[in-house]
Structures are given as structure tokens and as C-alpha cells.
């Protein structure tokens, strides 16, 4: 049995705006042992995966006992509140990691300039540094000429006494 499910395209495409102007598509899938062509701009491996993924939840709910007493129409409805929850509990995550990532973003910005601030004010105190040295060199080099201006006249003084 063959059935072309286009209305799944909306479903798999939404927010996939960029790939619409890609080449259409058209995949078979399996899903409670039926054959299915899909259509659209998905790769084969992804509506497979979809496929699978539905699989996996029927047989999850299939061996459960409980399920598997309940009409055909409460098993679809479970089935797709339990699909639904799985999606809004990662589009959930999907936010919450978005927000993680904004905030790691702002932190990493925020480090960032911290870094440059403290980049700026070492080469400052490097100067700083710089100039200190500068004048320890100056100030030593006063001293040893005094020290030697003063040892000339005491010496000078001690020769003009001995003389």
C-alpha cells in the first residue's frame, strides 16, 4: 500500500526555510509495516529516521499491557500526546541550551574585555615600571657623582691640612 503523505512536508520543514529552494525529494518509509512515499527537501536518511522514530515509539507503547487493552483511537491519541511531549520537552531544552550559550557568551565577551582592560593596564604599569628604572639608574648615577664630589673635597680638605 502506497500512500504520498505531502501535509508531513509542513511538519518536517517547518522553520526550514533555507532548504525550500533545494530539489524536491521523495523517500519510502515504513511505518506499522505500511510503505509510505514522503516528499520534500529532506534528505532520505532524516525521513528515514522519522520513520524509525515513530516505530520505536509504537513499539514502546506495544509492550505495555495496559496499551495494548485500549480502542484504536485512544492508542493514536496516547501516541501522539506522548510524540508531542517528547517534542516540547527538546524544543524546551533546545531554549534552555540557547539561553546556557547567550549567558557563556555574554560571560566570554565579558572576559574578554576584562583581558583587554588588564592587557592595557600591565603594559601602563610596564611603563610605570619602565620609567622607575629609569630614574633608579638616574638617581645612582647622582649618587655615585655626589659620593665622589663629596670623597674629592674631603680629600681635597684632608690634603689641604696635611699641607
Same mark, same amino acid.
Given at each position: 500500500?502506497f500512500y504520498?503523505?505531502? #501535509?508531513? &512536508?509542513?511538519? !518536517? #520543514?517547518?522553520?526550514?526555510?533555507?532548504? &525550500?529552494?533545494?530539489?524536491?525529494?521523495? *523517500?519510502? $518509509?515504513?511505518?506499522?509495516?505500511? $510503505?509510505y512515499t514522503?516528499?520534500?527537501?529532506?534528505?532520505?536518511?532524516? +525521513?528515514?529516521? @522519522?520513520?524509525?522514530?515513530?516505530?520505536?515509539?509504537?513499539?514502546? #507503547?506495544?509492550?505495555?499491557d495496559d496499551?495494548?487493552?485500549?480502542?484504536?483511537?485512544?492508542?493514536?491519541? !496516547?501516541?501522539?500526546?506522548?510524540?508531542?511531549?517528547?517534542?516540547?520537552?527538546?524544543?524546551?531544552? $533546545?531554549?534552555?541550551?540557547? %539561553?546556557?550559550?547567550? *549567558?557563556?557568551?555574554?560571560? !566570554?565577551?565579558?572576559?574578554?574585555?576584562?583581558? @583587554?582592560?588588564? %592587557? @592595557?593596564? @600591565?603594559?601602563?604599569?610596564?611603563?610605570?615600571?619602565?620609567? #622607575?628604572?629609569?630614574?633608579?639608574?638616574?638617581?645612582?648615577?647622582?649618587?655615585?657623582? +655626589?659620593?665622589?664630589?663629596?670623597?674629592?673635597?674631603?680629600?681635597?680638605?684632608?690634603?689641604?691640612?696635611?699641607?
Amino acid at each position: 500500500m502506497f500512500y504520498n503523505l505531502n #501535509f508531513i &512536508i509542513i511538519f !518536517l #520543514f517547518y522553520g526550514h526555510s533555507e532548504e &525550500i529552494m533545494a530539489a524536491k525529494k521523495s *523517500a519510502q $518509509v515504513i511505518i506499522r509495516d505500511k $510503505v509510505y512515499t514522503l516528499s520534500g527537501y529532506e534528505e532520505e536518511e532524516y +525521513l528515514q529516521k @522519522v520513520a524509525n522514530y515513530i516505530n520505536d515509539k509504537i513499539a514502546e #507503547f506495544n509492550s505495555m499491557d495496559d496499551y495494548k487493552r485500549l480502542s484504536s483511537d485512544m492508542k493514536e491519541t !496516547l501516541l501522539e500526546l506522548n510524540i508531542a511531549d517528547d517534542y516540547f520537552k527538546a524544543k524546551s531544552r $533546545v531554549e534552555q541550551l540557547e %539561553k546556557d550559550i547567550t *549567558a557563556r557568551d555574554d560571560d !566570554l565577551y565579558k572576559l574578554k574585555h576584562d583581558l @583587554v582592560s588588564m %592587557k @592595557v593596564r @600591565v603594559e601602563e604599569l610596564e611603563k610605570k615600571n619602565k620609567d #622607575f628604572e629609569d630614574q633608579n639608574k638616574e638617581l645612582l648615577l647622582n649618587k655615585q657623582r +655626589l659620593e665622589e664630589t663629596l670623597e674629592d673635597a674631603m680629600l681635597g680638605s684632608i690634603k689641604g691640612l696635611t699641607e
